[in-house]
């Protein structure tokens, strides 16, 4: 469903992405994982174009585009169609948690609001929190604001969520709520790709792994398989540091 | 005191405040509304970076910061009629202050709406919002918020301010004080009054303020409040 082939992206004389090439299946939940600094998050966004790609192409649905000179109706046609979730959460401040999810569907796709009100509900329901629904970010733990931003990208009925880190903002106590969140909506099938840090999560919840170092995809696999016979030397190193820091 | 200067002070009390009322109120309200759609279209140029225009109003707030009030006043008063530019002494002293102040309210707006995260911008493009509609519906109003307390602090600036429209003729309760003094010779008691006048006008704005921050902080969902 989504395909995207020789992305490239420098900050000045810093190369963050070296013809990056991934694919995305329908119903797959990839999570990419890797060092800081390898380029994760600049990969996220520039699939919703946050940043702007030097070059590469994408391919999403059956239309396929030059990164680099994307329209604007393009760009506005496919964020219509994905989600994104941020490492810190960035709920509209002055928005109520239910607000949040119905600004989208009201004020972006003109949708009556009755109707949003009912998806947004459904939405908070399913991250467990229809009875913060009429709090303000400022009234809501960490916690809970990532849930209400994930409910916010769920409730557009998007064919991919982008997570950039979705728990690295978060106490230690309330990460399990968000990536139980995260497992559940994996569950229903949602085509999730996420950049994470939490190595259970890539590995039991998870379909497919991708490793990046340096601005470049080291190695990719199904999760069961990268974890147990990794290929490459790099992503043994990657791995055992981080096992003998658990 | 002798009851001569009680009879000035309390016959000269309307005749001040009744310029008050009748100039100094509406200079600063209609000047004070007009720099605000200044200010804030001077701040979005800046904010959205739009080219040309953000060099343009750099180099308006530079030039009315850097220069005194009281020349703007008289260039444009006493000035611009040799170019043919013949104004009367209100709406000049309109033009002049709603610019003055334009520059000033637009680094407040400015400084307001860096002050919302950008983050929220974002999230707005990725629920598919515009730039415009999030624009208008998120960062807008946050700024406003953050905005309120320093642009009321200027509007009561302003109101002070107004006195300098003397100047030019405007006949407004200093000009109107001045003209008393001129003819009974009580400077120090006349000129306590119209200060006590002036400290009226400010205290009824600060209550103002007061209760529009408290509407403010009731609708809630203040950035980290």
């Not at chain 1, 949708?111 to 400022?138: C, F, K, T, W």
């Not at chain 1, 099938?189 to 792994?209: C, I, N, P, Q, Y």
């Not at chain 2, 860096?114 to 415009?132: D, I, K, N, R, T």
């Not at chain 2, 400290?199 to 303020?209: C, K, N």
Request: glycine fraction near 6%.
């Amino acid at each position: 469903m989504l395909e995207v082939a020789g992305l490239c992206k420098r900050f000045d004389s810093l190369e963050v992405l070296r013809d990056v090439s991934l694919r995305v299946e329908k119903g797959d939940v990839t999570a990419v994982i890797g060092p800081s600094g390898s380029g994760k998050t600049t990969l996220l966004r520039c699939l919703n174009f946050l940043e702007t790609a030097d070059s590469g192409t994408l391919t999403f649905g059956d239309r396929r585009y030059d990164l680099s000179r994307m329209a604007r109706r393009d760009i506005a046609a496919i964020r219509m169609q994905t989600g994104f979730v941020f490492q810190s959460f960035n709920l509209f401040a002055n928005r109520t948690a239910l607000q949040n999810v119905t600004e989208g569907l009201v004020i972006a796709r003109r949708m009556n609001r009755e109707q949003a009100r009912d998806i947004a509900m459904d939405a908070l329901r399913r991250v467990g929190l229809e009875d913060r629904a009429d709090h303000y970010p400022s009234q809501l733990s960490g916690g809970q604001q990532q849930r209400v931003a994930i409910a916010r990208a769920v409730a557009t009925d998007p064919r991919i969520i982008y997570f950039d880190e979705p728990t690295s903002a978060l106490d230690p106590e309330l990460i399990g709520e968000v990536l139980s969140v995260m497992r559940d909506l994996a569950t229903t099938g949602m085509t999730m790709l996420v950049v994470t840090h939490e190595m259970r999560f890539a590995r039991d919840v998870s379909s497919r792994v991708v490793f990046m170092e340096h601005g470049a995809i080291v190695e990719e696999n199904t999760s069961a398989e990268f974890f147990k016979n990794p290929r490459q030397a790099r992503t043994r190193a990657f791995l055992s540091s981080i096992e003998g820091k658990r | 005191m002798t009851e001569r200067l009680w009879n000035i002070l309390i016959d000269s009390f309307p005749r001040i405040l009744l310029p008050g009322l009748r100039m100094t109120l509406p200079l600063t309200v209609i000047a004070f509304a007009l720099a605000m759609v200044i200010a804030t279209v001077v701040a979005l140029i800046q904010f959205a970076h739009v080219k040309l225009l953000t060099p343009l109003a750099r180099f308006y707030i530079w030039v009315v910061r850097g220069t005194p009030l009281l020349v703007q006043l008289f260039v444009v008063f006493y000035g611009l009629p040799k170019l043919g530019v013949y104004l009367d002494a209100f709406p000049a002293a309109v033009i002049v202050f709603s610019i003055n102040e334009g520059a000033y309210c637009a680094e407040t707006m400015r400084g307001a709406l860096e002050s919302v995260p950008a983050g929220q911008l974002e999230a707005g493009y990725c629920v598919g919002m515009s730039y415009a509609q999030v624009m208008r519906r998120i960062v807008l109003p946050q700024a406003l918020r953050a905005a309120f307390p320093p642009l009321s602090n200027s509007l009561i600036s302003m109101v002070k301010d107004t006195s300098l429209a003397a100047n030019i003729t405007v006949m407004e309760m200093f000009m109107a004080t001045q003209r008393i003094v001129a003819r009974t010779y009580e400077p120090l008691a006349l000129y306590l009054e119209v200060a006590l006048i002036y400290l009226m006008f400010s205290t009824v704005l600060t209550w103002l303020q007061r209760w529009g921050e408290r509407k403010l902080a009731a609708k809630g969902g203040v950035a980290h409040a």
